[in-house]
């Protein structure tokens, strides 16, 4: 769960006119319930819902007293299946497909902050091959490489296209490095493109769960994780550079994040403090919180404060939210 609220400013036929300008502010509560299945054989199957409810409220330069409100509401709803295939020559094979579809909308009326809407849908499948390695040290070398189809529909781009991803990742007991880089190599849509690369490192704490954990990574382009976050044993996060205020084709930014963990003996848990940056371009997002894992229990509890931040320190606008995250395996 979740309570954000954002910002935006607008201007048209120049700006230069109290009419030409205006703003609209949003405060929008939303829940997102989400489920992972581990089936024989490696196979996996998730999912993820959303439901968001709040306002809008918009006000135009040439009568700033004068606001209009209307209920804001949004609905979403994800899937996904992962399918191991027959190994070939060393090579891990696995089919992989996901879909997705989102709306946001005002209510219907008569002023001009009534009745909008904007929706978008995809649709993706694919083939994914890796291939490890043991190497000097005790760690494992995995180059890997992805082909998908995918179908985008609603409002902005839509058609077909053909995305191709690789690169490769090392990891041993504690540290682990990973390039990665995506690409839409065809698109029905004139003129659309789609290109990222990202590298992160990752120190991860002791096995038990305590101690310093650090992440660093740099990334350039549109994001390149894609649903990659819901097939992770963690509870989905919000990727700092897919959901940052500067993360559009051709953006570059650099993402961190540090943590400490602590037993808590009494009830067998895992406490968890953390703060996480990213930045990109005039972009900046931070976040500050704390994990905290019951381990018999199989409980994972997030609360964490974000504030995203857009343009220059002299006219930066912000947005703020706060996170609740609740996860349970059985």
Known sequence: MSRGSSESDYSFGGGDADFERGRLDTSLTTLHPYARWRLSGGDEVWTVLGLGWGDATHTTGDAADLSESSDLSMWMAAGGLRKALAAFRGFDLALRADAGLAELKTDGGSRAVDGLSAGSWRMRAGVEASRSWQVAGGGVLTPFTELAGRYDGGDGASGMGIEVAGGARYGNARFQVEARGRMLALHNESGYEESGVSVSARMAPRETGEGLSMEFGPRWGAPVGGAETLWQEQLPQHQRGAFGPAGGPGAHGVDAALGYGFLVPGVNGLLTPFAEAAFAGQGRRYRLGTRFLVAPLELQLELAAE?????????????????????FRF
Do not use: K
């Not at 504030?307 to 996860?327: F, M, P």
């Open 307 to 327: 504030q995203v931040e857009a343009g220059s320190a002299e006219d930066a606008t912000a947005a703020r939210r706060y996170v609740l995250n609740l996860g």
